[in-house]
């Protein structure tokens, strides 16, 4: 694999505090090499992120960076968003900042139609407290708070993003790092609200506890299962059980907020 | 100052003008009651103007875009009420812990809970105090009047700016719809900081020596905002020294500009026996019995308003305490600033409190009894 661009990632604040075989790399690479393809100017960058494991990522990548509180990624980029609608805003979320405690803001996002781009890192537990159980955990894994495994049915993220009024959404993982880094291109030149959700192995809060191998092993799995959208369109629901679904899932044309907003008080911001 | 005209309005709407005069272009809110006011005014003048009016999902998303709007460099504002401001106050820390500017208004009612929404209260007077976690700087004003409304508004907005310090107005529901006249100037009152120019190409956004400019996001300086505690640059640090520093640095600012933040106002009898501390609409009743005892009666008493009651104006209740017998603290609770005053009378004057919690103002004649009783 080719270096990554230096100019973007701040050197001096590695190494990382991520764990051995943790996937959050691997995805923040793959953001990285799609910022540096989509050709934006670096100064126009923003990178917003919530809090959990993946979020560390904005203090290791060099633009602007916005840390933010626990769930409240999304409507502090909203405001910038509107205040700056210039600006191309990356919004990285682990799977229970975004869908748990920053569920309502994620489901508004998505109404408004806002041109954010969410990168939503799917690891299917809390990991910086330890491993316990999200609205992604599938049903029956186990968590800290979930020992024997949880019995809460789990979000499609995707679907609850287009139902909502999201624009554009996609699959990938961290198993497959050069479509992962296609999709958040196309999701970065998407005008609307994008959503990238990105599988991402966590050996050490999830996987031990579920047998699921060491991070090799899970990544392994997480190629195996997945299959394309043009090759899923030709199989029937018994041949996708337990398969998960990867590319471009939906890609909708609808106004944006911003752009109607400032058109709205007679600015162009086209 | 600028030529003046008058004009009759009601302090939410003072507030929302104000706040306009001194340069918002950013309003994010969620409606509550008895704070609407402020956000329809905004939702109505803000397009005029070019600026952003955004209704958000929740109270908490309102605080959070109000910070990520200031992040790209608007001048912004919040209003709420009571349990709006329970839930403000996670993002109002990190606005504090980050250092980013902000206005936000907080409308008084009844609480606890949702209490009675409609009716006036003194309430949350330590909940803006100490309603985030952690040990934090605050300033709170607390305007008495339509024309206060109006004038500390734009001063919080200025000093946000200046400090890099989140500001709580805090309204209540008496001063919040009541009407009145105020003299509006024919100019701006917006106080321009220095320019975006001039940094120095190792910005420090958290300068040690300083409070640094806040160079918004989008020109070319990649710097780090968190809410965790960071270097100069903004980047997380657990390094015990790194984290007392910091949080001592974002204390002393306060410290350092207390003159321009802590504002007070004396009327009645140069040598008072006996002196009412009040804030809010509270000083309208008091400003009555002084008015009556001292100017007609000449008798020996005053009133000491508080525009800002944190940070605690310590060094004037001091000084007040050493003067007069009888310190008199009406408020519309159960009783909160007085600790303060008992605290900085420091034993030289009897703090005595009165207190009403029914929803009603405190008249005149309640604290014309108290006062009596004493003199
Ligand atoms: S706990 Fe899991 S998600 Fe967090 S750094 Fe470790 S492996 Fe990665």
């Not at chain 1, 624009?167 to 999701?187: C, D, S, V, Y």
Request: charged content about 20%; aromatic content about 8%.
């Amino acid at each position: 694999m080719e270096q990554l661009t230096q100019d973007f990632l701040r050197t001096k604040k590695l190494p990382h505090i991520w764990c051995p075989g943790c996937g959050n790399g691997i995805v923040t690479a793959a953001l990285v090499r799609a910022i540096e393809r989509t050709g934006f100017d670096q100064k126009d960058v923003v990178i917003v992120s919530g809090i959990g494991c993946s979020s560390r990522a904005a203090g290791y990548l060099n633009f602007n960076t916005l840390h933010t509180t626990h769930g409240r990624a999304l409507a502090f980029a909203t405001g910038l968003k509107m205040a700056r609608p210039e600006l191309k805003l990356f919004v990285i979320m682990g799977d229970g900042d975004c869908s748990a405690i920053g569920g309502n803001h994620f489901i508004h996002s998505a109404r408004r139609n806002i041109d954010l781009n969410a990168i939503v890192v799917n690891n299917h537990i809390y990991g910086m407290t330890g491993g316990q159980h999200s609205p992604l955990t599938p049903t029956g894994k186990k968590a800290t708070t979930a020992p024997g495994g949880t019995l809460e049915p789990a979000f499609d993220l995707l679907k609850l993003a287009r139902g909502a009024g999201a624009t554009f959404g996609a699959k990938g993982n961290a198993a497959q790092p050069r479509q992962l880094e296609q999709l958040i291109i196309r999701a970065a030149n998407h005008k609307g609200f994008s959503v990238v959700e990105a599988l991402s192995p966590c050996p050490i809060a999830y996987g031990r506890r579920n047998k699921l191998g060491g991070a090799v092993d899970m990544l392994r799995e997480m190629k195996e299962k997945s299959i394309s959208v043009e090759r899923a369109a030709n199989m029937d629901e018994a041949e996708l059980e337990d398969r998960t679904i990867n590319g471009v899932l939906f890609s909708d044309d609808a106004p944006e907020y911003a752009e109607a907003y400032y058109r709205s008080i007679g600015k162009d911001i086209g | 100052m600028p030529e003046t005209k008058p004009v009759l309005m009601q302090g939410n709407e003072a507030c929302a003008a104000g706040a306009i005069n001194a340069g918002v272009r950013f309003y994010a809110g969620y409606p509550i009651t008895p704070s609407t006011e402020v956000a329809e005014q905004m939702a109505a003048r803000l397009p005029e103007i070019g600026g952003v009016f955004i209704q958000m999902e929740d109270e908490i998303a309102s605080m959070a875009a109000v910070i990520g709007a200031s992040i790209g460099g608007m001048r912004t504002l919040t209003a709420t009420s009571g349990p709006g401001f329970s839930l403000k106050q996670e993002n109002l820390g990190y606005a504090i812990m980050a250092e980013i500017p902000c206005v936000v208004v907080n409308v008084q009612r009844m609480g606890p809970s949702t209490g009675v929404p409609t009716a006036p209260a003194q309430g949350d007077v330590m909940q803006a105090r100490w309603g985030t976690h952690g040990d934090h700087p605050i300033i709170v004003f607390c305007p008495a009047s339509v024309y206060e409304s109006y004038y500390l508004t734009i001063a919080a907005v200025n000093l946000s700016q200046k400090l890099r310090q989140p500001i709580i107005v805090l309204l209540d529901e008496v001063i919040g719809h009541m009407r009145e006249k105020v003299l509006i100037p024919e100019g701006k009152l917006m106080v321009e900081r220095s320019s975006d120019k001039d940094v120095p190409s190792d910005y420090k956004p958290y300068d040690e020596k300083g409070i640094a400019p806040l160079v918004p996001f989008g020109f070319g300086h990649y710097y780090h905002v968190t809410g965790l505690f960071h270097d100069q640059y903004g980047f997380p640090t657990g390094d015990p020294p790194q984290v007392e520093r910091a949080l001592d640095r974002i204390h002393e600012k306060l410290e350092k500009y207390r003159d321009e933040i802590v504002l007070t106002n004396y009327i009645g009898h140069k040598e008072p026996r006996v002196a009412v501390v009040a804030y809010g609409c509270t000083v309208r009743s008091a400003r009555a019995v002084v008015k009556k005892a001292y100017w007609q009666n000449r008798m020996p008493v005053g009133l000491l308003s508080l525009q800002t009651v944190w940070p605690f104006p310590a060094e004037e209740i001091e000084a007040l305490a050493k003067k007069v017998d009888v310190i008199i603290v009406p408020e519309m609770n159960m009783g909160q600033l007085v600790g303060e005053v008992e605290r900085y009378a420091r034993g030289e004057a009897k703090v005595v409190p009165l207190n009403r919690y029914d929803g009603e103002m405190i008249s005149p004649d309640q604290i014309s009894e108290e006062v009596g009783r004493w003199l």
